[in-house]
């Protein structure tokens, strides 16, 4: 059966993904594995990937050590998959994340 908005998973959150240069993502994880693979998953900014890339080549073409900060904003046991959602736009919204100067969000 596929999720939906109305599927129950056992853990989801909202994440906040600070970059090097102080720019944002902010994304969640729905996965019925999510709470076991959390450390794994960074987020995909797909339509901002281009942008970002350019904007962190700096930080990989060095031997510098650099720090990417992801903090929890929301979390939830037994959650909806659409409240994650729904909070996981609030928090997009609140941040200003889908400005370019401030966030990969698009």
């Known amino acids: 059966m596929a999720n939906n908005k109305e599927t129950i998973i056992p853990w989801g959150c909202v994440f906040k993904i600070t970059y090097p240069n102080q720019k944002i993502y902010v994304g969640s994880d729905t996965a019925k594995e999510a709470k076991a693979d959390f450390f794994k998953y960074f987020g995909t900014p797909v339509k901002a990937k281009n942008d970002m890339l350019n904007d962190m080549a700096q930080f990989l073409s060095g031997n510098e050590s650099y720090v990417v900060k992801k903090d929890i904003l929301f979390s939830s046991q ?16 609140s941040l200003n994340a889908k400005d370019p100067n401030i966030g990969y969000n698009r």
């Open 78 to 93: 037994n959650v909806k998959i659409g409240e994650v959602l729904r909070v996981e736009q609030e928090f997009i919204k």
